[in-house]
């Protein structure tokens, strides 16, 4: 039997070499999930076990989930897409794992850090320092953060 992240990663592939990739969201999601446990109790990915479990930032602690933003990309999705539209059309399962494993990360963070992405124009987007070979955030995946001054106090 075929590991369920590995067929999310075959949708994934099979999006990239015709050129979808609205759908995106939701396989690299699932991909996540049953790549790292968070799956419920009838075999299907759940999402909202990730809340907590992996990064969370200073201003999340002690707050409910009510009060977070949960599920949150540390890499903008866009960003992730942009990574997998720039593989060759006939991309290898491990190519496009490759991406994933680099890019897709999860916090949980407050409503405020939240904001102060918005209000920054890096709610789907990494900064200019992260496409810059001469910065100290070039592909820190965590450029975005410590742009705004988000700490992560839970995580990597």
């Not at 099979?14 to 050129?19: A, F, N, P, Y």
């Not at 299907?44 to 201003?59: D, H, L, P, Y």
């Not at 820190?140 to 742009?147: G, Q, W």
């Amino acid at each position: 039997m075929i590991a369920q992240h590995i067929i999310e990663l075959e949708h994934i592939q099979l999006e990239h070499r015709h050129g979808r990739y609205c759908h995106l969201r939701s396989f690299v999601d699932q991909w996540y999930c049953h790549k790292h446990g968070y799956i419920s109790k009838n075999g299907r990915a759940a999402w909202g076990k990730i809340a907590f479990s992996e990064m969370v930032s200073e201003g999340a602690v002690g707050k409910t989930l009510k009060e977070v933003v949960h599920k949150e990309h540390v890499v903008p999705l866009k960003v992730i897409t942009e990574s997998i539209k720039d593989l060759p059309k006939e991309a290898s399962l491990a190519q496009i794992e490759s991406v994933l494993d680099s890019l897709v990360l999860y916090a949980t963070i407050s409503h405020h850090e939240d904001e102060l992405l918005r209000k920054a124009k890096l709610n789907h987007a990494m900064p200019k320092e992260y496409y810059d070979p001469s910065s100290d955030l070039y592909l820190d995946p965590m450029a975005r953060y410590k742009k705004v001054g988000i700490k992560i106090v839970n995580g990597i």
